[in-house]
């Protein structure tokens, strides 16, 4: 049952229908839905702008770590791949392409010193793993044992604050959650885990990806969906909406929002650029209306969602290197307003 009003009592009676008609009502029961949330306690901030930084040369903006504007909240390092050599296992390392592309060049030791910097202003500092081109399976036990040693290993060694899963070729999400609860019990609650899903991956409950999810998410961050690269799709009205609209924003992160993740779990992603994707793009004060439109019901559009979400998280962005081919418009545009949301 959606689109209840938070905090509020309900009477809820059922009855049966088929051919030979419809049965007397069952007995009343009553329920009362949760309250509204308080701020998520899980060290960061209430609002949460993330945005990816890649060790890879794509034509943006080669930068360093330590370059990324104090407007992102979490960066995630972008990517992790697949360790050829151990099934299921993680590998990451500065590239040569980025190297090149800094003056003096960049090591993994200066990545490593540029993460501590991060973290020294309050940025957490996570590990993307997957993306486009790479992936990592992880359908055996053997895989989810392997991924969350690697992982963990990672984090030792680069100091990460945690992971971003990003894994854009198909999850199990049974052994996918053995690995983040492993993972979780070893490093305890500070872990940060972000999902970065297709829009594809939410539309429904029963999607792999989205029950991974529902799976973690007594420790699951926030889900920052990718709404771009998706054409059309049904929101959680059941119309259909284009990609490239604050409609399409809203009105498909509303599936979420309706479907068990807590708002405070649930963040928006977009490109920030329009190279930055085949399609979808959207002037970053489109975002912040979408934004606006599920904490507050305001500049919607043509949606009207069923509820408004407060506690919305945030947004996030593909990518910093992109961002900063464009004077860091969209940290800069969506940053403050993420503050003014109540």
Excluded at 229 to 236: A, F, Q, T, V
Aim: proline share 6%; net charge negative; charged share 20%.
């Amino acid at each position: 049952v959606t689109g209840l009003a938070a905090d509020t009592s309900y009477e809820f009676a059922v009855v049966a229908v088929n051919e030979a008609g419809e049965s007397g009502p069952s007995n009343t029961v009553t329920a009362t839905t949760q309250p509204r949330g308080e701020a998520p306690d899980d060290g960061l901030p209430e609002r949460l702008l993330t945005g990816y930084w890649h060790n890879f040369d794509n034509d943006s903006t080669v930068l360093r770590l330590a370059d990324v504007p104090s407007e992102y909240d979490i960066v995630a390092a972008a990517f992790g791949v697949e360790d050829r050599e151990v099934p299921g296992g993680v590998d990451f390392a500065v590239s040569d392409e980025v190297s090149d592309g800094i003056p003096g060049g960049y090591s993994d030791a200066d990545f490593i010193d540029d993460v501590a910097e991060l973290q020294q202003r309050g940025t957490a500092v996570i590990l993307s793993v997957g993306g486009e081109r790479d992936n990592v399976r992880v359908d055996t036990q053997e895989r989810a044992d392997n991924f969350a040693d690697s992982l963990y290993g990672l984090m030792d060694e680069f100091g990460f604050d945690g992971v971003d899963i990003d894994l854009e070729h198909g999850i199990e999400p049974t052994y996918l959650t053995s690995a983040m609860r492993q993972l979780s019990d070893r490093v305890g609650p500070e872990l940060v885990i972000t999902m970065a899903p297709q829009t594809l991956d939410m539309q429904s409950t029963t999607n792999d990806y989205f029950r991974f999810a529902l799976n973690i998410k007594d420790i699951l961050t926030v889900v920052n969906t990718q709404y771009y690269n998706s054409g059309s799709m049904n929101g959680c009205d059941g119309n259909v909406y284009a990609q490239g609209s604050v409609e399409f924003i809203a009105a498909l992160t509303c599936i979420q929002l309706e479907n068990g993740l807590d708002p405070e779990q649930v963040g928006v992603g977009l490109p920030a650029t329009p190279s930055a994707a085949g399609g979808g793009y959207v002037d970053p004060s489109v975002v912040n209306d979408a934004l606006d439109c599920l904490a507050t019901g305001q500049n919607c559009g043509d949606f009207t969602p069923p509820d408004v979400y407060p506690e919305i998280r945030g947004a996030m962005t593909w990518s910093i290197n992109w961002d900063a081919t464009n004077d860091y418009a969209f940290a800069e545009t969506v940053a403050p307003h993420l503050d003014t949301l109540p």
